[in-house]
């Protein structure tokens, strides 16, 4: 036999954009993005793909997704739709519990809120869907219920947690190790991996169109772990849960007009920062130049200081979101922009997220989904499968900040599904996962699209930067040394860095003229495939 690594090549590769008239799909996971080309393949719609392969993925990629997520989409019919199915913390949630901590732990019940994605789901298929809701479940059930082979960056992500869980004693904890560290390690790359127990879930939810999930048998067995364990999660909270249909927030750049889920997410940083680098005339330096990395990251910098001081739960923010994003507000900002690097005060988290897009001739979709970081809170749910999240790390405890934790409360939510049109006419879905590289991953790719004329796989595969903290700045290996030095000498303090999951994970579809044109990055396993 052959002895050779799943993990590793040492030699760059180059995928090409993915070419169909009818439809597309692309996601991180080859066998999710399978699961959509099956919906397309039986007669549905880009509705019916988007769902299947979001359910596929809680399956092949647990490390960063679950049924137990958030979720958000943008949908395109003829006009763009908002879907904002992130869920709030517990009633019962008691404030003094966070009295001995500097931030909200990622472990454990604290962090724990509503789940939203199942209801993402229904919603989506109530509205657009066309293939029975139990049939969009198939392929997701099949993985669960037959096993399947882990991708190898899904391997990384795993071994990783594996460091994180292994020495966890807690007792709310182990469900969750019993169930993804079988025998106390994390599945290795190629290794076959099933959960019946998530077969059997997917089949309850898809048999009652989610109801058992929120109002019925699965939702009394989370509120019953919950009490057993110590957790506030009652069967009040998951049956008062409901999605918000929203209106879509944008600017124009340039030509093009981005999209975005407004607050409580973190989607308005990237028009923010899109907003500023309009008064900067970026394509006349090159890509790889100090000058553009510098503007943007800047840019960049001034946009989380004021989201990470207003954005919130929308009944608890101060500011408008059109205020934020005046072109006239951008303006004055750009102006603290100067040839050093400015000081910025964050200290930005990162996480794991699931992003994909499907696309038909009549619909599109930008959809994202997280249990925020990794696996989430490490609370499972025992004899379900159902991985609860922990975006209630998005809460801060300054008890002035409109983002401070309190019951019944949504979270500042890092998870942002993005979406470009034209001439009021869809270009398309895309996105960048991975915790606050996402907004600055959506800037990246909008100025590889339109100040530097990348095709969709060139734009997603370019070098990356990401701001940090400080004046701290990460950088992938490619960029070119001599921008590494002036950088630098900016005041910019540069770490490169070899790990490519720090730097998101993309997909991106875009109609030109009558054919769809999909990608999906090598930083994951993904795969985009059309017909």
């Keep these: 036999m052959l002895n050779y690594s799943l993990t590793a090549y040492p030699y760059p590769g180059a995928r090409r954009v993915v070419l169909g008239r009818n439809y597309a799909a692309a996601t991180s996971q080859p066998l999710a993005t399978l699961a959509g080309m099956e919906m397309f393949w039986a007669g549905g719609n880009a509705v019916d793909a988007a769902v299947a392969m979001a359910i596929a993925l809680t399956v092949v990629e647990p490390t960063s997704n679950g049924i137990g997520s958030d979720a958000f989409a943008l949908v395109w019919d003829g006009q763009l739709h908002g879907l904002n199915a992130s869920g709030r913390s517990p009633q019962g949630l008691p404030i003094d519990a966070f009295a001995e901590f500097e931030q909200v732990p990622s472990l454990g019940w604290l962090p724990v809120t509503v789940p939203g994605a199942v209801s993402a789901w229904r919603a989506l298929w109530q509205r657009w869907g066309k293939l029975p809701f139990e049939q969009v479940f198939g392929p997701a ?117 981005v999209w975005e889920i407004p607050p409580n997410g973190q989607g308005i940083a990237a028009l923010m920062a899109l907003n500023l680098l309009e008064g900067v005339e970026l394509s006349r330096y090159p890509r790889e130049s100090v000058m553009s990395l510098h503007w943007q990251i800047e840019a960049m910098k001034l946009a989380f200081a004021d989201v990470h001081q207003h954005v919130a739960d929308p009944d608890w923010m101060r500011v408008q979101a059109t205020d934020l994003l005046s072109k006239a507000y951008a303006e004055r900002r750009r102006a603290l922009i100067q040839h050093q690097a400015m000081l910025a005060q964050a200290n930005l988290p990162t996480s794991d997220t699931v992003y994909l897009a499907a696309a038909d001739q009549n619909l599109m979709v930008s959809l994202i989904q997280s249990n925020f970081e990794g696996f989430g809170s490490g609370i499972l749910i025992p004899g379900t499968g159902i991985a609860l999240q922990n975006r209630g790390v998005g809460f801060r405890l300054d008890p002035q900040h409109p983002n401070c934790v309190a019951p019944g409360k949504r979270p500042f939510h890092t998870i942002i599904p993005g979406f470009l049109t034209q001439g009021k006419q869809p270009l398309g879905p ?102």
Excluded: C
């Design 141 to 257: 059930i099949r993985y669960a219920e037959q096993g399947f082979p882990v991708s190898p960056e899904t391997a990384r992500a795993w071994r990783a947690a594996e460091l994180v869980f292994g020495a966890r004693t807690d007792p709310a904890l182990q469900p969750f190790k019993q169930a993804f560290f079988p025998n106390g390690r994390a599945p290795r790359a190629g290794a076959i991996w099933g959960s019946p127990a998530h077969a059997a879930t997917l089949r309850e939810i898809a048999a009652t169109e989610g109801e058992s999930f929120y109002r019925g048998s699965l939702a009394t067995q989370m509120a019953e772990f919950a009490t057993a364990t110590g957790g506030w999660l009652s069967v009040e909270d998951l049956a008062a849960h409901q999605v918000q249909w929203v209106q879509p927030i944008s600017t124009d750049y340039r030509d093009l007009t």
């Design 430 to 531: 895309f996105g960048v996962m991975g915790g606050h590289m996402q907004p600055q991953g959506h800037v990246q790719v909008v100025v590889n699209l339109v100040d530097y004329g990348l095709n969709p796989q060139a734009a997603l595969d370019a070098p990356r930067w990401q701001f940090a903290s400080g004046k701290t700045v990460w950088l992938e290996p490619a960029v070119p040394p001599s921008v590494v030095l002036e950088l630098m000498e900016r005041g910019h303090d540069v770490q490169l860095v070899a790990e490519p999951r720090l730097f998101g994970k993309g997909q991106m579809i875009l109609r030109q003229d009558e054919v769809l044109v999909a990608a999906s990055e090598p930083r994951a396993d993904g795969l985009a495939l059309a017909g």
